[in-house]
């Protein structure tokens, strides 16, 4: 780190005489950008212990980029014609699970290790169809090495871990607690008890956009840097971190810097996931209808911006009640002057991937709130029926885990009976949203429209 030029920051506490004392499952440009940029803010102010160990469920690519650097890279944050890079220093290592498992629940059962965190998105919980448990899906993710993890821990004698999952999941400490009993319940029924007790699974809601690294990111960066981080991540300055406090263990000091722990982590995370995602999504499936690339192409456009506005402040904020002192209108303005920023390139087309597995928590749970009152949600409706298009797979690439099933539906019921397989009594959300019969007749309007 001595070759990097005066500008760029650095870290100055000593790694080497650190233990890992966090697994994280899912160990992507968000968590990078996110829990290991507050977790390297605790190590730099002298907490000690907190070192990331990452797994990587699905390719060798990470673990590949980072090990050569010892864990290391660089973290820009972007705003305006700003850039800030620092060197973060909180991951020590990565393992890619397929060949590494054994080192991976070793670590996990290590007496050194106190929490277990997770960005492995939606589909990465192996949820079926009713919100449990896909057992053949869960072997396939971070339950088997967890699971095997905390028996050996138990058989030591040790305490249980912290599960903290980071994902954009609605309740999701309580979704990760109830889907680990299942996998535990099928697979090892004498950890039921001790992991009742001895664990904790806190809900948690993060927020900071990070958009994908281009080739450009990486070459502008070099040039600024002397050299070559191919680990690299860019993001914009905000960034929130709110967590309920409710931990098995240890755990770093990150409330004190600029976290919040919080007895009830539910409105907050709402508001993130109705307002924030919801409106991205909006943007996404209706800006590139549209023709739009990047998110500030797609908030500056008159027809999205209207949409966004009336999703986020007559939808999504009018859909439960917020906490004491959070401002909704005063985050909805937050929202669009952080959508509006050039400098983050944040594409549509990645917004938009794994479509399924987020509108329920992004639109149809605001719609099911309207709908027993009685009132419509045009907006969203607008924003379902883009997605619904995307789906068909007609013109952008369709990167979801349903997406077969989705244009096959398509194929089978056209544009006439596409909306009632989705969403009427029976259809393929309707437990999320089973929508009445006037939404149904809006919906299939606006589904044939261009």
């Known amino acids: 780190m001595r070759h990097l030029p005066d500008a760029v920051e650095r870290f100055s506490y000593d790694r ?76 020590r290592k990565v393992w890619f699970s397929g060949p590494e498992r054994q080192a991976v629940i070793a670590r996990i059962a290590s007496p050194e290790c106190h929490i277990v965190s997770l960005t492995v ?33 138990k058989a030591a004698g040790l305490p249980g871990l912290t599960l903290l999952s980071c994902d954009n999941l609605a309740r999701n400490g309580a979704v990760l607690q109830g889907l680990v009993g299942e996998y535990i319940l099928a697979r090892a029924p004498p950890l039921q008890g001790w992991f009742e007790d001895s664990c904790r699974c806190p809900a948690s809601m993060v927020d900071r956009i990070v958009p994908a ?49 919080a007895g009830n982590v539910a409105p907050y995370e709402t508001a993130k996931l109705r307002m924030l995602n919801g409106a991205h999504s909006l943007l996404a499936y209706c800006g590139l209808a549209r023709g739009h690339v990047f998110v500030h192409e797609a908030i500056a456009d008159p027809v999205l911006r209207v949409l966004v506005d009336r999703l986020m402040l007559e939808e999504a904020a009018t859909s439960f009640v917020p906490a004491e002192g959070q401002d909704l209108a005063a985050y909805a303005a937050q929202l669009v002057a952080r959508f509006e920023d050039p400098e983050l390139n944040h594409r549509l087309i990645q917004i938009a991937m794994d479509g399924s597995q987020k509108i329920p928590q992004r639109w149809l749970e605001t719609l099911a709130a309207h709908q027993r009152e009685g009132r419509a949600c045009p907006a969203i409706l607008t924003a379902l029926a883009a997605w619904i298009r995307h789906v068909r797979g007609d013109a952008d690439p369709v990167n979801d885990p349903l997406g077969d099933e989705l244009r096959a539906l398509w194929a089978k019921e056209g544009c006439a009976g596409i909306v009632p397989a989705l969403f009427g009594p029976g259809g393929l959300f309707a437990q999320h949203w089973k929508a009445d019969v006037e939404a149904l007749d809006r919906l299939t309007k606006y589904v044939g429209e261009r």
Not at 129 to 149: I, M, T
């Open 16 to 91: 080497t005489r650190q233990a890992i004392g966090i697994v994280h499952f899912g160990i992507g440009a968000f968590h990078r950008a996110h829990q290991a940029w507050y977790t390297d803010r605790c190590l730099e102010a002298g907490e000690r212990d907190w070192l990331i160990g990452g797994v990587s469920l699905r390719s060798a690519e990470v673990a590949e980029r980072l090990n050569p650097q010892d864990g290391l890279y660089t973290l820009t944050e972007r705003s305006g014609d700003e850039a800030a890079t620092r060197v973060i220093g909180a991951l």
């Open 121 to 153: 998105t939606e589909k990465g919980y192996a949820m079926d169809g009713e919100g449990g448990l896909d057992l053949e899906q869960a072997e396939a993710s971070f339950y088997p090495l967890l699971v095997q993890a905390l028996g050996w821990r």
């Open 213 to 261: 690294t281009t080739e450009e990111d990486l070459a502008q960066l070099e040039g600024r840097l002397g050299m070559t981080d191919r680990a690299a991540v860019f993001t914009e300055r905000f960034s929130q971190w709110v967590i309920e406090d409710d931990f098995a263990g240890p755990r770093p000091g990150w409330e004190r810097h600029g976290a919040q722990l």
